[in-house]
């Protein structure tokens, strides 16, 4: 398949897209062990698009079971890291080679753009896993400073049985950042998609296995939060869990750890992310260019969503209309059109949901200044255009929850102590922006927020190379970097007498 394709073309391969629903344990898919299955509804067009298999506790135990045996057979967790290396690299080659395929899968499962989807999802997450397998041979070991009678070795080793569940606004690519150094440290998996998202997780399963990790390492649960989600943080082997998803769901999680075998729980959880923007930003149009990106890329459904923008009262005035301008092209369309930028939410339910908060902030007092409305012609999914507010208080509803959809709130400030307290007047402490020409305002109000990534003059920057994540309950954890690493590895100290 090419990469270059028209809307038509992309239709076409929908159309007769074969998506396989099965759960895949021991280098084999197959059904549930309870046989249940639920139907996957596309929020393009509202098509039932795939069975998929509904896990549940027998299908975790078999799971976990089979990661065990392997785990401790060593064919994975003592291969040479070089070894792994070059499988890990092969299996990101064969994401590559099949992108065409599993971007047609991303958009149809929870309705992202399919220029999205093959641009920056499926390379994202190719670039995670080999990132990660090209780094496993490089890392060592510490010796520790010890008297010269002693030897003292500090070494990590893998967990044991990992649990990695995701949720769906990234599907492949929030997956991909926890699997390569999961998976390159001698983990073996158990992936548990979002029931909303499941369909690249289940197709790749394969694909590890076509690249030579052995059956048993890699295995995928799809199945609901409150079944097979729940069955794997309860469970009394699986060593840890890898999470990305709501601060509710993450709360849960730590619980479930405490009630269980203590196993590690890795959390990325919600946000929501202050803009500060203050009048003195080098240039205003391109600021709120960016603010409009920031709210409205994959419909808004993005942790680090700028949904809070804070802007300095006397630039007021004049950022409001260029960010009116910036809003406007972002109107949905058909997520197969590969000209599209903003497409579907993720179903219905989220929908309403994000129509309820918009509700919400007319009734408590806030106004809305353009947008809203849901649907687009000719077809029958789950659309809205972008939600701008003015006039929003910090303790509003729709300043405070994480509303995971295109609803931004304009917040007005005076002085630069006042943004940071509004920007930090929040449960959530996972990202921020600040806009200013001046480097030691930019320093001063980087340091005082309490967020995991701060960006300067721009929104959203960021690779492999550095650590995401939050402060607060944002979460604990940290993809990305080597410091990913930390969450699938054991810190051991051995001392030689000598
Ligand atoms: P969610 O918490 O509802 O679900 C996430 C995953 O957890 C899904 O796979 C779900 O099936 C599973 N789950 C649900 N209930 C469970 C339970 N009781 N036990 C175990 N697993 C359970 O989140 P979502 O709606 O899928 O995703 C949106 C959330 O993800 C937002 O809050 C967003 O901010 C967050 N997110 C965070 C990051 C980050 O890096 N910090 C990145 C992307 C998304």
Redesign the pocket.
């Known amino acids: 398949m090419t990469l270059q394709k028209s809307f038509s073309e992309w239709s076409t391969l929908a159309a007769s897209a074969t998506v396989n629903g099965q759960c895949f344990i021991d280098g084999q898919y197959r059904q549930a062990v309870e046989e249940q299955v639920f139907d996957k509804i596309s929020p393009v067009d509202g098509r039932v698009i795939a069975s998929i298999a509904r896990c549940t506790t027998p299908d975790v135990d078999t799971a976990v079971a089979c990661a065990r045996r392997v785990f401790e057979a060593g064919t994975w967790s003592r291969m040479a890291p070089g070894q792994r290396k070059r499988i890990l690299i092969a299996f990101a080659e064969l994401i590559e080679k099949h992108s065409a395929e599993l971007a047609l899968l991303e958009t149809l499962d929870m309705g992202k753009p399919i220029s999205n989807a093959i641009n920056v999802d499926i390379p994202g997450a190719a670039n995670a896993i080999r990132w990660s397998a090209e780094a496993i041979d490089k890392v060592y070991g510490e010796i520790a400073p010890t008297p010269q009678d002693q030897l003292g070795l500090i070494t990590r080793e893998a967990v044991g049985v990992v649990a990695v ?6 599907p492949l690519l ?1 997956a991909s950042w926890k699997l390569g150094p999961a998976l390159a440290t001698g983990n073996s998996v158990i992936l ?5 998202s499941p369909m690249t997780a289940i197709r790749v399963a394969q694909l590890a296995s076509e690249a030579g990790i052995p059956d048993g390492v890699f295995n995928v649960l799809p199945g ?3 079944e097979a ?2 069955a ?2 309860l469970h009394m082997d699986v060593d840890a869990i890898a ?8 709360k ?2 730590m619980i ?1 750890s405490g009630r269980s075998n203590l196993k590690r729980v890795w959390t ?4 929501k992310s202050p803009n500060i923007v203050f009048a003195d930003a080098p240039d205003l149009k391109a600021a709120a260019v960016s603010a409009a990106s920031a709210i409205a890329y994959n419909q808004g ?3 680090v969503a700028g949904s809070r923008l804070l802007i300095e009262r006397s630039a007021k005035a004049e950022f409001m209309e260029h960010l009116q301008a910036a809003l406007e092209p972002w109107a949905p369309s058909h997520p197969l059109d590969p000209a599209t930028q903003l497409g579907a939410l993720v179903d219905q339910q989220h929908l309403a949901q994000v129509r309820g908060f918009i509700d919400t902030g007319i009734r408590e007092g806030a106004r809305l200044v353009q947008g809203g409305e849901t649907g687009i012609a000719g077809v029958d999914g789950c659309y809205l255009k972008p939600a701008l507010f003015d006039g929003v208080d910090n303790a509003m509803t729709i300043a405070q929850a ?1 509303i ?1 959809g295109p609803v931004l709130s304009v917040i007005a400030f005076d002085t630069a102590e006042e943004a940071v307290a509004i920007a930090n007047d929040t449960p959530y402490g ?1 990202a921020a922006a600040v806009w200013t020409r001046d480097l030691s305002k930019a320093h001063r109000v980087a340091k005082s927020i309490r967020a995991g990534s701060v960006w300067v003059n721009q929104y959203s920057a960021g690779d492999m190379t550095a650590p ?3 402060f607060k309950q ?2 604990n954890g940290r ?1 990305r970097s080597l410091h990913s690493f930390d969450k699938y590895t054991e810190l051991k100290s051995t001392w030689i007498k000598l």
């Open positions: 569940v995701v949720p769906w606004n990234f929030m548990k998609p979002s029931e909303r609901y939060g409150h989600g729940s794997l943080s999470f990305t998803g709501s601060t509710a769901i993450a849960a999680l479930a990325e959880a919600g946000g459904q993005v942790c994480e995971f996972l995401f994540g939050g944002s979460g993809d």
